[in-house]
């Protein structure tokens, strides 16, 4: 989307390594635990793009655990890359409560003592255009003097309407044997608010329903949304959940929609990253 050639990509899962494969067969691929890799079998670059770890950082996941620390580690590897190939630009994207990690510092005294200046900013995907609300931070890192100042566009917001295939998807009765209190009292509130179609959360901290002419929530590794439809309801399909990340109808995803779930909740929203890449172009 941005005009560049992506000429490396690594991860540790097998099955995302192969759908990215899939879609950029062009490019050298590696499967293996990036803190262990070596750099010096990776093609030169001029840009790194890399997203640490989450899951030891983000609210979702609840209190902080010991195992987290494994994963919140993973951020070193991209001042590991960085050493040794010391490309011209590096955009690091995870959650916002990555810069509350405890080390975050001296995570960023590191990639400074390596000649790059940082400049954190957090983005929501919705001021892209993107029919989600998904905010993101992203650390922009130049081998410049000062942080550099990106000139972002900003879209208009557009619905979860424009995602949603009415006449799709796999619908089941609202009133139905075994449909939980807490997901009746969300309907019946988001029916006050909105009438008869509207999005729902099956869990997280909202509460009631979420007009069709907002973006949805954000998209999470597992179904979180679902679609109310007069007496009827269904969660947000795979494709839907593609527009709602902002990857074209064509890119490959897993047959099985779990994975496919999974991979989504854990993307980058490409649109926004082409937005950042796009302005970093513009201010070399």
């Known amino acids: 989307m941005a005009g560049v050639q992506v000429v490396w990509a690594a991860n540790h899962w097998p099955a995302a390594v192969q759908v990215h494969a899939n879609n950029h067969p062009e490019t050298q691929h590696a499967c293996q635990d990036l803190q262990q890799a070596d750099w010096s079998q990776v093609p030169a670059h001029d840009l790194l793009m890399a ?106 917001h557009v619905g979860s309407a424009q995602i949603i295939d009415f006449e799709a998807g796999r619908w089941s009765a609202i009133n139905k044997p075994g449909r939980s209190n807490a997901t009746l009292s969300r309907i019946t509130e988001g029916r006050k608010a909105h009438g008869s179609r509207f999005l729902t959360a099956y869990y997280g901290n909202e509460q009631g329903g979420r007009s069709l002419s907002r973006p949805v929530g954000t998209i999470t590794t597992r179904d979180r949304w679902a679609v109310i439809d007069g007496d009827r309801m269904r969660m947000l399909s795979v494709d839907e959940c593609r527009k709602a990340m902002g990857f074209p109808a064509d890119y490959q995803l897993p047959t099985r929609s779990k994975d496919a779930m999974h991979m989504l909740g854990n993307a980058v929203v490409p649109i926004v990253a082409r937005d950042v890449i796009d302005a970093l172009k513009r201010a070399a």
């Open 51 to 156: 997203s640490p770890a989450c899951q030891g950082h983000s609210r979702a996941r609840g209190k902080e655990r010991a195992h987290h620390d494994a994963q919140r580690s993973t951020a070193w590897a991209v001042v590991s890359a960085a050493e040794f190939h010391k490309p011209e630009s590096v955009l690091v994207e995870n959650v916002p409560e990555f810069a509350k990690w405890q080390l975050f510092p001296a995570w960023c005294s590191a990639m400074g003592a390596l000649g790059y200046a940082l400049s954190p900013m957090i983005l929501d995907s919705a001021d892209h255009g993107v029919a989600q609300h998904r905010r993101r931070l992203f650390i922009v890192c130049t081998r410049s003097k000062h942080p550099v100042e990106l000139k972002l566009p900003r879209r208009e």
